[in-house]
């Protein structure tokens, strides 16, 4: 079902958008997500942001998949939003909340959320994720046990490309310049 993460299938699919070699990104896309740990039977929020990098209206597709811990891709065909067919004025962006159910039977882990932006033909202009974990308790990280939960970003303060944590009360903090966001 569309929007549905059981995430029980193991497959490996080949997108069809392949990356274009040495062409600047026309256009790019942003994903954030709400929280980075999700207990079974709770939700996955996110922010999707496509822009259009250009001094020209830009037409091309968006859609997103997650690749499930231990590899594979899910949906093992097709996508989890979209395609779907943006249009965008010059230095135009749009962005939007989505939000995906993870089912009581999803399996612990780490997933990685992707997000793909591009047109048949043209190829792959961009690509973009965040990192996100199941677990039966969201406010114990599976990988530090720490209580904070790391996404990896790059800190626009520092720009260290390491870890950011965010804490209980919602806040992302940079592990290295400790800059809020």
Known sequence: MKGKMTLTLISITVLALLPVQG????CKCLLVPDVSVVARGGTLGFDITVTNNTDEVQVFGF???????????YPPSGYLIGPVRVSLDPYGLRSAHRSLPISSDTPLGTYTYHGIVGTPGAGLYHQCQFYFQVTDDP????ACHSGHHSIQHGCSGCHSGNSLHTLHYGLIQ???????Y
């Not at 406010?139 to 599976?142: F, T």
Request: hydrophobic share 25%.
């Open 139 to 142: 406010y114990n990280c599976l």
């Open 23 to 26: 062409v600047r990104a026309q």
């Open 63 to 73: 859609a997103t998949y997650a690749t499930k811990p231990g590899g594979g891709k």
């Open 174 to 180: 940079c592990v290295d310049c400790h800059s809020f």
